[in-house]
T-cell receptor
């Protein structure tokens, strides 16, 4: 199993450009998440999905859109990139929330630089 | 909203000693806390989960405690090794789906 994969690994954008980050998981997980990680800020939730066809806003959703057309894929879009979106983006997935407290499995990250 | 606080300063310890990392939370106690390890340039990896009604949880050289009175979880690595050097993250659940992560504490084990 590949687990959680992310593409691309690294990208440089100019202000105003758009791009899509792809996350794929092969564990048949229901829940998927997009985080950004900045120095001193920790991981912050951008958007999440609790199932195919559903998405919801997290802590810092502005400037981002997401789609979950297939259970195994979760796309993060930047319509008009800004320098403030320079960050490392992590995708994660989990089986689904339950009283046991689900483990999140993270991808390797995408490093994005917006000039 | 709930907060998770971890010491942002790096912790340096000598090989063979026990490393202790702290995670403090605000407001009501979470049903459980999770601990993750993150190496440079990589995504976090789950290590341990401890529930509110568990005082202590162990996994090999790792031990986690949960003190609801102090609103604190401690993460211990015994007989630490240079390979244990990494950033360790604490996380709690807010609501039904959202995880709140601390900023992490960087541990460096000196040979």
């Amino acid at each position: 199993n590949a687990g959680v994969t992310q593409t691309p690994k690294f990208r440089v954008l100019k202000t105003g450009q758009s791009m899509t980050l792809l996350c794929a998981q092969d564990m048949n997980h229901e829940y998927m998440y997009w985080y950004r990680q900045d120095p001193g800020m920790g991981l912050r939730l951008i958007h999440y999905s609790v199932g195919e066809g559903t998405t919801a806003k997290g802590e810092v959703p502005d400037g981002y859109n997401v789609s979950r057309l297939k259970k195994q894929n979760f796309l993060l879009g930047l319509e008009s990139a800004a320098p403030s979106q320079t960050s490392v983006y992590f995708c994660a997935s989990s089986r689904g929330q339950g009283v046991t407290g689900e483990t999140q499995y993270f991808g390797p990250g995408t490093r994005l630089l917006v000039l | 909203s709930q907060k998770i606080e971890q010491n942002s300063e790096a912790l340096n310890i000598q090989e063979g000693k026990t490393a202790t990392l702290t995670c403090n939370y605000t407001n009501y106690s979470p049903a459980y806390l999770q601990w993750y390890r993150q190496d440079p340039g990589r995504g976090p990896v789950f290590l341990l989960l401890i529930r509110e009604n568990e005082k202590e949880k162990r996994k090999e050289r790792l031990k986690v405690t949960f003190d609801t009175t102090l609103k604190q979880s401690l993460f211990h690595i015994t007989a630490s090794q240079p390979a244990d050097s990494a950033t360790y993250l604490c996380a709690r659940l807010e609501g039904t789906y959202k995880y709140i992560f601390g900023t992490g504490t960087r541990l460096k084990v000196l040979a």
